[in-house]
């Protein structure tokens, strides 16, 4: 399944952001456990998009809620809502992998095990506020850059990973 995740990253749901924002320039970056090495087959995907004009909270909702129209357009995902009242907004939804992987005309023709047939995905945005957070980043001042805290955390992890070497076994 990891071709297929590439796949949906790389190509299906950047063209879908690049579409829907098409006067901007989109980027995806992943974060959480797939980017950190600590993923499961099973594992969720959090990605970020970046790259867009947001200044507060409210473009962040209506970023959102132009994505999800184009997400529920696409054969690859279900169950696709969005959270706009959390604390961070998100839409979460499910990639059908079997969809993707047909798509591809892959090699591979055999269907995903069906326990990992439905990818979990979570679309964050780029923090709107700038913050400094010496736990995540030492020395971080605030600046002009936006750098989403889950992108942050992807050092955190690492430098733990680095300084403890047996902390990956512990955790998987």
């Known amino acids: ?15 879908i952001c690049s579409t829907a924002f098409k006067d901007q320039t989109v980027k995806l970056d992943i974060f959480g456990s797939i980017s950190t090495g600590l993923a499961l087959e099973s594992s969720d995907m959090d990605l970020v998009v970046t790259g867009l004009k947001i200044e507060d909270r409210d473009d962040v909702v209506d970023h959102i809620r132009i994505l999800l129209k184009y997400f529920e357009e696409s054969p690859y995902f279900r169950n696709i809502k969005s959270i706009e009242g ?35 995905i979570d679309i964050t945005f780029e923090d709107f506020k700038r913050m400094k957070s010496d736990l995540f980043w030492e020395g971080a001042e ?7 805290h889950g992108i942050k955390t992807i050092h955190l992890v690492k430098t733990y990973l680095k300084d403890y070497t047996h902390l990956k076994e512990m955790v998987l």
Request: glycine letters at 0%; zero cysteines.
């Open 86 to 120: 959390a604390s961070i907004p998100v839409i979460k939804m499910e990639a059908d992998l079997n969809k993707v992987r047909e798509a591809e005309n892959s090699s591979n023709t055999s269907p995903v095990n069906p326990k990992m047939e439905y990818l979990q």
């Open 142 to 148: 605030e600046d002009e850059s936006k750098l989403h």
């Open 1 to 15: 399944v990891s071709k297929e995740r590439d796949v949906l990253v790389q190509k299906i749901i950047l063209d």
